[in-house]
Nanobody
Framework: VQLVESGGGLVQSGGSLRLSCAASGFTFSLYDMSWYRQAPGKEREVVAGIVSGGGSTNYADSVKGRFTISRDNAKNTVYLQMNSLKPEDTAVYYC?????????????WGQGTRVTVSS
């Protein structure tokens, strides 16, 4: 099982980045996917989530209107389009997958990709 994030980097305030998370080793289309982030000295927080079929999304208030989560189940990939970036968006961004039913729950994390927004 792997979740491999990419697309992080250094960007100026007001800029954009697109993060990708490529999944392998599990049935991606059955999993709800999320992006979390962890800034230095802070706890990890959820940024955005998308259900397995892609029909519903949710966002942290701090990123609403600026970030968009999407997925391509044919490519086993989830994306996070980040626009109008702010210095406070600086963090390591992690991809997370979760499946649950009456009998089982599975959760997976990626290794993270660093996003730095300069002012």
């Amino acid at each position: 099982v792997q979740l491999v994030e990419s697309g992080g980097g250094l960007v100026q305030s007001g800029g954009s980045l697109r993060l990708s998370c490529a999944a392998s080793g599990f049935t991606f289309s059955l999993y709800d996917m999320s992006w979390y982030r962890q800034a230095p000295g802070k706890e990890r927080e959820v940024v955005a989530g998308i259900v397995s079929g892609g029909g519903s999304t949710n966002y942290a208030d701090s990123v609403k209107g600026r970030f968009t989560i999407s997925r391509d189940n044919a490519k086993n990939t989830v994306y996070l389009q980040m626009n109008s970036l702010k210095p406070e968006d600086t963090a390591v961004y992690y991809c997370h997958g979760r499946y649950s039913d009456d009998d089982f729950e599975f959760k997976y994390w990626g290794q993270g990709t660093r996003v730095t927004v300069s002012s």
